[in-house]
């Protein structure tokens, strides 16, 4: 059974740091796969994507942003971890939300478009990043 989950979220000051951590199960990282960041603001904002990292990506060196984090956003995996890192840096009060990965199995490229949901096949639990002004 494939599973995700993620962890590092927590309170932190505007203009922090944090690094998120997706950890994968059920498959490897040697397998084809692209994982997406995704993010779901409060007050039922729409779920939205953060970035993608492919397998075909660690070796063309290629990484996928949003507009609204590209400059403070590093997207990464440790292939002997099996995990995806989200490093976001200068963090905002409008980055307050809750931080989902999820992977789209049997894939070496990230989908078209990337931010689609429907998309990727098995979701994390999220992780809860809250930004103080």
């Known amino acids: 059974e494939v599973q995700l989950v993620e962890s590092g979220g927590g309170l932190v000051q505007a203009g922090g740091s944090l690094r998120l951590s997706c950890a994968a199960s059920g498959f490897t990282f040697a397998d084809d796969y692209a994982i997406g960041w995704f993010r779901q603001a409060p007050l039922g904002k729409e779920r939205e994507g953060v970035s993608c990292i492919s397998s075909s990506d660690l070796i063309d060196g290629r990484t996928r942003y949003a507009d609204s984090v590209k400059g403070r956003v590093t997207i990464s995996s440790d292939n002997s971890k099996n995990t995806v890192y989200l490093q976001i840096n200068s963090l905002k009060p409008e980055d307050t939300a809750v931080y989902y990965c999820?992977?789209?199995?049997?894939?070496?490229?990230?989908?078209?478009?990337?931010?689609?949901?429907?998309?990727?096949?098995?979701w994390g639990q999220g992780t809860q990043v809250t930004v103080s002004s």
């Open positions: 999820a992977v789209s199995l049997a894939v070496s490229v990230c989908p078209t478009p990337w931010g689609a949901i429907p998309l990727y096949n098995v």
